[in-house]
């Protein structure tokens, strides 16, 4: 990644790759979910884009339910960026910073509001649903979490992203950002491009309950960081065919998500053996377990060793992160600037 030149808003990065933008929530440490789904695909995208990689703090604020969480943000981030290097985010190669060391997002955000329909907001599918998990009504919601996809979409325009690379639950996030886009472009001229989600191809993981998809929430996931001898002991929790209740009782690999990991992590051959031996019932499921676990344990080693590696280079994270922050907030003030020159402000 180099740093911006002279002429930041035909292209912030200062090349004629496109530009990706994408960000987390520091909610800790990250699942295999997160990283077969979403950091994996980062990684990857640094050779052909110049990747800009953002810590949410400030959305992590919009759900807090008391002040004691807050104390949790910051060694979150923490624990959150170790994952992303470890896995190979470069910051050689990417922009990775805190969200909320860059407080021109905050400024777009309020500006942003001027062209942003209230409907707009409130129809979004994943507000609907917070505010239904918290319990609240639209009347007592924080105007915060409102504002949400506004936020988002600052984050993203405020570097003139182009590529986003999200889950497909954050498709409607992307699909406003690209109104709110198309309204301050006509309304004050062509400033910002259409940012476009880009949705991963990898398999969706099903967590340890075998139902859902893996996450932190619902308590059914492995997380990269663990020991293997803590993903042997949760992966022996996993739920698998409900009606094999005995040994001798052959399984329904197709059913069981057990198999479906075994796929991804255990290779052909070794799958392939799976579905006989679960067949005709030569294997148990607390075999089958294990024999995943190590599996697992052995696709994320290296991953985890680099972990260590890194944890261990006092200041290395906080340092990164300050030298991101000040690469982005060079970008971030270029655009305030033609922002502010736009919209009569300054
Ligand atoms: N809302 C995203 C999530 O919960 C995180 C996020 C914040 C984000 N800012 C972003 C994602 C900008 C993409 C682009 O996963
Ligand atoms: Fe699932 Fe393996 Fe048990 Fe078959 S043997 S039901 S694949 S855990």
Redesign the pocket.
Known sequence: MTQPTSSPSDNPTGSHKGVI?????PTGLLHLGNYMGALQNWVALQEHYNCIY?A?DI?ALTTLENGEEANQIKPNIEDMVLDWLAAGIDPEKSIVFV?SQVPEVMTLHTLLGMVTPLGWLTRVPTFKDKVRQMHETEETVNYGLVG?PV??TA??ILYKADT?P??Q??VP??ELSREIVRRFNNMFGETFPEPQAKLTDAPLLVGLDGKNKMSKTLDNHLDLAATPEETTKRVLTAFTDPERVRREIPGRPEICNIYSLHKIFSGADATETVYKECTSAQRGCVDCKRHLADGINDYLKDLRARREEIKARPDYVQELLHEGGKKARAIAKETIAEVYEKMGLG
């Open positions: 933008f994408s960000g987390m929530r953002c949410a959305h969200q949400y936020l988002q984050d993203i986003v999200v889950g639950d954050q996030h992307i």
